[in-house]
């Protein structure tokens, strides 16, 4: 079973969200509000949680309280009917009031007691009459004059005003998170005034993508999916999403470690990114997910977890290092329909093609007819036979299997069909088979190394085609 890394994580953190001492107690004061409860969120990475609720006294006051301080970062206040509007905790007493009129909460809003909401609420107040300008705008002009004119105005004037709120206000949570979203300027020259290739300013971006995110404060967990989520999924998922693990791990190493100050940070950052390596279906990116697992979870780094939970990564790891591209593979015999044992390491041909299936496999079912037909087109010019193991070896299995082989005519000499009920070694630990189908290439010119590793017969395909090109310029 492959649980969750982020689910686990987001309970824990949903759970433990109030670790300072002090307790809280914010009012809200909404003049001519008839609410008959408010409730009191934050932002979580991607999610937004409800941690409180208040009852309106009968004058639109609402009194929020708890005995353990809030963690840093944008809360919220809303009602049923999904009315909302947002303020910080950051570094102060969290004994304050926030007042507003009812007509208009963002445009209303006051702060006392708090410097860090006083300065938030005017930042607030300047983006909504933008926000006005902009819909007033949008109904009046021509549509060419405001995309082409005002919305590029519009902008610039709006980066100005931020750019100033946090020159003035550098310490305040509204600056750091503002400025979290800022992409950094990339250089066209070294420190020593020689022009950087493009390449170089590649690498450069990569390394320094996340400069202007506090990732040593952890307030920037509890901001919009925006301000963090989506930056670090971005970096994560598209930027490096075309690199090899060469490349890919000493830049996770960087962000991860940069954020150790901030332990909820670091904690989210190992998890989450650990999370879409053990589910990226790129084939080398195996490689990432045993780094990851054996830089962090096998070395204590990762706390707030059952240690059951830390054993299971660190088991799977063990067990996929073994199975990484350019790994030689374990070695199989088994027998066939008829009895007769067949090594995986004795199979003829440059590459053996290795399966795990069974036909009461809904998945197997669709996908094995189409990679058997695959094989048949490459199987002459490449040179390759198969070793494919029933993964279900029960009785009752074994005669739907016999069936479903004579059905799709799954006959080819070198397409070997075994039965894995008797083997060498436990293959199901070995390689690792907890879902079907499984299916490996092993290169029997290279000391029966894998090559490729979680195919399908659309990415078989494509990786035959790119042998096969590849022989023909030899």
Not at 210 to 225: E, G, V
Request: charged fraction near 25%; hydrophobic fraction near 40%.
């Amino acid at each position: 079973m492959r649980r969750n890394l982020s689910i686990l994580l987001l309970l824990a953190l949903s759970t433990v969200a109030f670790a300072a001492k002090d307790g809280y107690k914010i009012t809200f004061m909404a003049k001519g509000n008839t609410d008959s409860v408010l409730y009191l969120g934050y932002s979580l990475a991607q999610y937004e949680f409800v941690c409180d609720t208040a009852i309106n006294n009968g004058n639109g006051r609402f009194i929020f309280e708890g005995k353990e301080a809030l963690s840093p970062g944008l809360y919220f206040f809303t009602n049923q009917k999904d009315r909302y509007t947002e303020f910080v905790i950051y570094h102060e007493k969290q004994n304050f009031t926030i007042s507003t009129d009812d007509s208009n909460w963002k445009l209303g809003m006051m702060a006392k007691g708090s410097k860090q909401n006083e300065v938030f609420f005017n930042f607030n107040r300047v983006n909504e009459v933008f926000y006005q300008e902009y819909e007033e705008a949008k109904k009046t002009m021509d549509s060419v004059e405001f995309n082409t004119v005002f919305v590029s105005a519009q902008r610039r004037k709006l980066d100005s005003i931020r750019l100033d709120f946090i020159k003035q206000y550098p310490d305040y949570m509204i600056s750091r998170m503002m400025l979290a979203t800022k992409d950094v300027d990339v250089p066209t020259e070294h420190p020593d005034g020689t022009k950087m290739t493009d390449l170089e300013r590649r690498d450069w971006y990569y390394a320094h993508f996340m400069d202007n995110m506090p990732l040593d404060d952890d307030f920037i967990l509890r901001t919009p999916k925006m301000v963090f989520y989506e930056r670090v999924m971005e970096y994560v998922e598209k930027l490096l999403g075309r690199e090899l693990p060469e490349v890919i791990c000493p830049l996770l190493d960087s962000l991860i470690d940069r954020a150790e100050p901030a332990p909820q940070v670091y904690r989210w950052l190992i998890l989450n990114i650990t999370q879409h390596y053990l589910q990226s279906r790129v084939m080398v990116y195996d490689e990432v997910y045993v780094h990851l697992v054996q830089r962090y979870f096998a070395t204590g780094k990762v706390l707030g977890l059952e240690p059951s939970v830390i054993d299971e990564q660190i088991e799977r790891a063990n067990k996929w290092e073994r199975l990484l591209v350019g790994r030689v593979s374990p070695e199989l015999i088994l027998f066939d329909t008829a009895h007769r044992a067949h090594s995986l390491h004795h199979m003829p041909g440059n590459y053996t093609l290795l399966l795990f299936w069974s036909p009461t496999c809904g998945h197997c079912r669709d996908i094995i007819p189409a990679v058997y037909k695959v094989y048949e087109k490459y199987a002459d010019s490449l040179d390759v036979s198969a070793f494919a193991i029933l993964s279900e070896p029960d009785e009752q299995t074994v005669a739907k299997w016999k069936i479903f082989l004579a059905d799709h005519f799954m006959t080819d000499s070198r397409w070997v069909n075994l039965n894995g009920g008797e083997a060498n070694i436990d293959w199901r630990e070995v390689y690792d088979v907890t879902t079907t189908p499984q299916i490996f290439l092993i290169d029997n010119r290279d000391d029966h190394k894998f090559v490729a590793k979680k195919l399908g017969a659309d990415m078989l395909e494509t990786f035959f085609k790119m042998l096969l090109k590849n022989k023909d310029k030899k």
